[in-house]
């Protein structure tokens, strides 16, 4: 609005559709997600299409199937997606119809209900005039959709520092703190197992469909486990810096805005070198990186930050300073303006 565009914005709710958008700026179309699925998919494509005829070009972040139907078949307007990650392969991994991380299951010979949606989530995303992703790591996966690299803007996300200074905030209760959802490839039951093995206490933000697992494996172990379950968004900052350090031991990242926020709220990071977190942590400068799935580096990584005060601190402060100066709102909105405009020309 600020650069003078003008917006219309389309999502799907389950609460109430009457809400007070004065505050936001732009007008909000909200469908039912209540309603029954076929029906609620041709209204989304019936707005989408109605709204797209009146627009420069359609920016999808979400909604993509039925926006590529009502921008690309049914009309021939300019259409931009974004894809933080491959939904396929989650919903397979959700599923258990795999247990492939994200770069075998590309390639793999998997039963066909899951090779038919591979092909069709290749098919409308290639049919889109751009495709934004949030690193070079998912990138190189979209082309292997069948979208030419020419198509692709790597865009990365952007985060709010915290005003909280650590020394305004509240000492820590836990050594480690995670915050994720609880699915296979976070890999929050090995960290467990890790955290039991060597009596640090520890935080995990968030839910999913293997809680109760988790909890499960916890009480096994015997480890000084908290779960604090889903929390607001305006929380999670504080739940990080409850924590001397935060770690992310995921087996597949696309781009982990978690690490964003974590380096935004003054915490030093510790993360696997899983997907796109490469680009996101520069070792023993801003973060550190252990390799994926190895229990033995992660413990000995945590230890070493854990021992050393001045060292973690050193971490937290650069880490604050880069996503301060390389993740921010203004470099995200200016990157995605020229994508916008680009396919416009």
């Not at 078949?73 to 989650?90: A, M, N, P, T, Y």
């Not at 050193?314 to 709102?329: N, T």
Request: charged content about 20%; proline content about 3%.
């Amino acid at each position: 609005m600020e650069r003078g565009h003008e917006i219309v914005a389309i999502v799907t709710l389950s609460d109430s559709l009457v809400h007070d958008d004065s505050h936001i700026g732009f007008p909000i179309v909200r469908l039912p997600r209540a309603r029954f699925r076929p029906l609620r998919w041709l209204q989304t494509i019936v707005t989408i299409y109605r709204l797209a005829r009146l627009s420069d070009v359609v920016y999808l972040n979400g909604l993509v199937l039925e926006g590529i139907l009502a921008t690309k078949i049914f009309s021939h307007r300019l259409s931009v997606i974004k894809v933080v990650g491959d939904l396929i392969w989650e919903k397979a991994r959700n599923a258990g119809a795999t247990n492939l991380e994200l770069d075998a299951f590309q390639s793999a010979r998997l039963p066909l209900r899951w090779r038919l949606l591979r092909r069709l989530q290749g098919w409308y995303t290639s049919r889109a005039d751009a495709v934004i992703t949030p690193s070079r790591y998912l990138s190189k996966i979209i082309c292997g959709w069948g979208v030419s690299a020419g198509r692709i803007h790597t865009i990365y996300n952007a985060v709010t520092i915290s005003s909280t200074t650590s020394a305004e905030a509240p000492s820590p209760r836990y050594d480690l703190v995670t915050v994720a959802r609880l699915v296979p490839w976070k890999g929050i039951a090995g960290l467990i197992e890790v955290a039991a093995d060597h009596g640090w206490s520890l935080r995990i933000v968030g839910d999913g469909l293997f809680g109760e697992e988790l909890e499960a494996l916890a009480r096994q172990c015997g480890a000084k486990v908290s779960f604090a379950g889903h929390v607001a968004h305006e929380q999670v900052a504080d739940e990080i810096r409850s924590a001397r350090l935060f770690v992310l031991n995921s087996t597949y990242e696309g781009l982990p805005h978690i690490v964003l926020e974590a380096k935004a709220a003054g915490v030093a990071v510790l993360a696997s070198d899983a997907g796109g977190t490469p680009e996101t942590i520069r070792h023993g400068e801003n973060g550190w990186l252990v390799p994926v799935g190895d229990n033995t580096a992660l413990a000995a990584g945590i230890r070493r930050l854990l021992d050393d005060d001045t060292e973690r601190s050193r971490l937290a402060e650069a880490g604050r300073r880069q996503v301060a100066e390389s993740f921010s709102f203004a470099i995200m909105a200016d990157a995605t303006e020229t994508a916008l405009a680009g396919v416009c020309r």
